[in-house]
């Protein structure tokens, strides 16, 4: 059993500013999936892009946006997302504060930007 605070992990860099935590992966000893901790800074996106693995996320502050070939959603702490295998996507801030979310992937997403 693992139990730890996210903050004790050390961030990864991932695009222009945003930082990345592998909260628990195979190093941890999980052998399916991975979950990540994404910090946006204001004005900035994740990169647009697809790959062929679902996302599970839910958000944990701040707002922003998802962006999706069908359009944008807003998102506010506590809204949770599923995006699908081969769909392109990309998260947004909005505001002035930090966007923060907690994303799942399968073990082999965790090898992609």
């Given at each position: 059993?693992?139990?730890?605070?996210?903050?004790?992990v050390?961030?990864i860099?991932?695009g222009?500013?945003?930082?990345?935590?592998?909260?628990?992966?195979p190093?941890?000893?999980?052998p399916?999936?991975?979950m990540?901790v994404?910090d946006?800074?204001?004005?900035?996106?994740?990169?647009y892009h697809?790959?062929?693995w679902e996302?599970?996320?839910?958000?944990?502050?701040?707002?922003?946006t998802?962006v999706?070939?069908?359009?944008?959603?807003?998102?506010?702490?506590?809204d949770?997302?599923?995006?699908?295998?081969?769909?392109?996507h990309?998260?947004?801030?909005g505001?002035?504060?930090?966007?923060?979310?907690?994303c799942?992937?399968?073990?082999?997403?965790e090898?992609?930007?």
């Open positions: 059993m693992l139990v730890r605070n996210y903050e004790d050390e961030p860099a991932y222009e500013g945003i930082e990345k935590r592998v909260v628990i992966g190093t941890e000893g999980a399916t999936f991975v990540r994404f946006v800074p204001p004005g900035k996106s994740t990169p697809s790959h062929d996302h599970e996320g839910l958000v944990l502050a701040g707002e922003g998802l999706g070939e069908e359009g944008e959603t807003r998102l506010k702490p506590g949770v997302f599923f995006i699908a295998p081969s769909e392109k990309c998260m947004v801030t505001g002035q504060n930090r966007l923060r979310f907690m799942l992937v399968p073990l082999r997403g090898d992609a930007k």
